[in-house]
């Protein structure tokens, strides 16, 4: 027998019969995984002097060599100014090597350096291994309920956009 619906409530909501409480532990142990998932890296990009906008960076230049400046403003969804100042002193430091495109010379192709890609694995490496830990605990379904519950909290009208501009360039 299906359960009236409540008012205000969406079906999805209804199933689950979630309370506001529930939601609320929900919410804070988001902010406390968040914080455990970049406190490794955190401490590591401090001794280099660069904070989490400068592993955003390195993290997707190197999930997608010869990716575009153009590319990397719409996946982090930042202001050119603000990626420019990342961007400048990555490039300044050798970590980041920035080449004009070959079909298009306007654009600028990014790929990491010999010494981002060393910094690089040694961020993602942290949280690999947390996330491994995590997951092999949880066990398989957690797994893809633990993405699925990710992907429904990014906006709607994002997910296919962000499927699109992670796509792995062969």
Do not use: C
Request: glycine content about 8%.
């Amino acid at each position: 027998m299906t359960q009236p619906a409540r008012p205000g409530v969406r079906s999805g909501e209804q199933l689950l019969f979630l309370t506001d409480d529930q939601l609320r532990q929900g919410i804070e142990l988001m902010f406390f995984a968040y914080r455990d998932f970049t406190a490794d890296p955190d401490r590591i990009l401090d001794a280099h002097g660069y904070g989490r906008a400068h592993h955003r960076v390195l993290h997707f230049v190197n999930r997608r060599p010869g990716l575009t400046v153009n590319e990397l403003l719409a996946i982090l969804a930042v202001t050119k100014q603000s990626l420019n100042r990342v961007l400048r002193l990555l490039v300044e430091d050798g970590l980041v090597a920035s080449r004009v495109g070959r079909r298009d010379r306007r654009q600028r192709n990014l790929t990491l350096t010999e010494t981002g890609r060393a910094l690089e694995a040694e961020l993602s490496a942290a949280q690999q291994a947390r996330m491994r830990r995590a997951f092999s605990a949880a066990g398989p379904e957690a797994v893809q309920g633990f993405r699925q519950v990710l992907e429904q909290i990014i906006d709607p009208e994002m997910r296919g956009r962000i499927d699109r501009l992670l796509e792995r360039r062969e």
